[in-house]
């Protein structure tokens, strides 16, 4: 139990063309299109060495209404198999995002997971928070952090609005970038038009990046992009799919 009474919970053994990271040096990022910790997502072995650590902090604040600790469960499951441990830390709600406690822990991570669920709930928990600072920080200093579906989109500014694809305002880890998760699925977006819109709603030179399930849209420590996974990453620039694909994300 962390200060606070926080539950911390322990998995078994113009032209959008400059875009600005927070401050000096940052880790790894990688923006995962959904169906995190499962076969396929090759990326995580090497996220896990960025880390330079064999634990992952798992925070599965979108997840708040939708079981958070199973959540970490797989999270554990998976990532024993790559033989790390995952820590739990239960920031549901604004009251956790403010915990002293909890942004200690954040601080002091070196791979931190934000997990699928809601986005609206994710950036309505985090914005402005002690927490989100923590994140900030150790990232600013090479923590390496991860967001899948709901995570990678509240990573950028401006991000995409699920409720029907038009943007709106982000966290901002990474800006003059919008990701749309689940990339292909014709489940999460049936006929396409959420994607439309925000592709078409995009401002001129901000690339828009569909990511499929189980594939990572990755920033290396020293600004360069790469994806890996089971799928393959599509930018659209102005309106259209780019021709230069990720090296329209170079800056």
Same mark, same amino acid.
């Given at each position: 139990?962390?200060? #606070?009474?926080?539950?911390?919970?322990? &998995? +078994? +053994?113009?032209?959008?063309?400059t $875009?600005?990271?927070?401050?000096?040096?940052?880790?790894?990022?990688a923006?995962? &299109?959904?169906?995190?910790?499962s076969?396929g997502?090759?990326?995580?072995?090497?996220?896990?060495?960025?880390?330079? &650590?064999?634990? =992952?902090? =798992? *925070?599965?604040?979108?997840?708040?209404?939708?079981?958070?600790?199973?959540?970490v469960?797989?999270?554990?499951?998976?990532?024993? /198999?790559?033989g !790390?441990?995952v820590?739990g830390? $239960? @920031?549901?709600?604004?009251?956790?995002?403010?915990?002293?406690?909890? !942004?200690?822990? @954040?601080?002091?991570? /070196?791979?931190?997971?934000?997990?699928?669920?809601?986005? *609206?709930?994710?950036?309505?928990?985090?914005?402005?928070?002690?927490?989100?600072?923590?994140?900030? !920080?150790?990232w600013?200093?090479?923590? =390496?952090?991860?967001?899948?579906?709901?995570?990678? $989109? =509240?990573?950028?500014? +401006?991000?995409?609005? +699920?409720r029907?694809g038009a943007?709106?305002?982000?966290?901002?880890?990474?800006?003059?970038?919008?990701?749309?998760?689940?990339?292909?699925?014709?489940?999460?977006?049936?006929h &396409?038009?959420?994607?439309?819109?925000?592709?078409?709603?995009?401002?001129? #030179? *901000?690339?828009?990046?569909?990511?499929?399930?189980?594939? %990572?849209?990755?920033?290396? %420590?020293?600004?360069?992009?790469?994806?890996?996974?089971?799928?393959?990453?599509?930018?659209?620039?102005?309106? %259209?799919?780019?021709?230069?694909?990720?090296?329209?994300?170079?800056g």
């Open positions: 139990m962390l200060p #606070g009474g926080k539950q911390l919970v322990r &998995g +078994p +053994p113009g032209r959008h063309d $875009m600005a990271a927070v401050d000096g040096a940052p880790g790894t990022l923006l995962v &299109g959904g169906g995190e910790w076969e997502c090759t990326f995580d072995a090497g996220l896990l060495a960025a880390s330079g &650590g064999d634990e =992952v902090l =798992v *925070l599965p604040t979108a997840a708040a209404y939708e079981r958070p600790e199973r959540s469960v797989v999270a554990a499951e998976w990532f024993e /198999r790559l !790390a441990r820590e830390l $239960m @920031v549901v709600g604004r009251a956790d995002a403010e915990d002293d406690g909890a !942004a200690a822990v @954040v601080r002091k991570a /070196r791979f931190i997971y934000l997990g699928s669920g809601s986005p *609206l709930h994710l950036r309505s928990v985090l914005k402005g928070s002690k927490v989100w600072a923590a994140l900030q !920080a150790a600013r200093e090479g923590a =390496v952090v991860a967001g899948a579906s709901a995570g990678a $989109m =509240v990573l950028t500014d +401006p991000m995409v609005d +699920p029907g943007l709106t305002v982000g966290l901002g880890l990474i800006e003059g970038l919008a990701v749309v998760p689940h990339f292909g699925d014709t489940h999460e977006d049936a &396409g038009e959420k994607l439309h819109r925000s592709v078409a709603l995009a401002p001129a #030179g *901000l690339p828009v990046a569909g990511i499929p399930d189980r594939t %990572a849209l990755i920033r290396e %420590a020293d600004g360069t992009w790469r994806s890996e996974g089971a799928g393959s990453v599509v930018v659209f620039v102005d309106g %259209a799919r780019s021709a230069d694909g990720l090296a329209a994300l170079a």
